[in-house]
C-alpha cells in the first residue's frame, strides 16, 4: 500500500466540512480494514452508497466518528463521500 504524503501545513487548515472539527491520518490499521471491507463490497459512505475504490489513507475526524479517504494523496473532504467510523468496525 503506498504511504500518503499529505503536506503537514495542509493537514493543519484542513477540517471536517460537516462540523469543522480537526482532522488527523488515520492509522494503517484502519486504512486496511477499511480496503478489507471495500474488497467485500460491505463499506459504505455517509451517503449510503457503497465505497468502491481503495484508500490510499484517511483523515479521522477528532471525534472519531468520521474518516475522509485521501486518494492519490488527495483529501477528499465532501461530507457524502465521509465514512462512519461505525460502519468500519
Request: net charge negative; charged share 25%.
Amino acid at each position: 500500500m503506498p504511504k500518503v504524503t499529505l503536506d503537514q501545513e495542509l493537514l493543519s487548515i484542513l477540517c471536517c466540512p460537516e462540523t469543522k472539527q480537526a482532522v488527523g491520518l488515520a492509522s494503517d490499521a484502519v486504512i486496511n480494514t477499511c480496503n478489507l471491507r471495500i474488497q467485500q463490497g460491505t463499506l459504505k459512505n455517509k451517503a449510503g452508497q457503497p465505497v468502491t475504490e481503495p484508500l490510499d489513507g484517511g483523515l479521522l475526524r477528532t471525534d472519531k466518528k468520521i474518516l475522509y479517504p485521501i486518494r492519490e494523496d488527495i483529501p477528499v473532504m465532501l461530507i457524502e463521500e465521509g465514512i462512519p467510523v461505525d460502519e468500519i468496525a
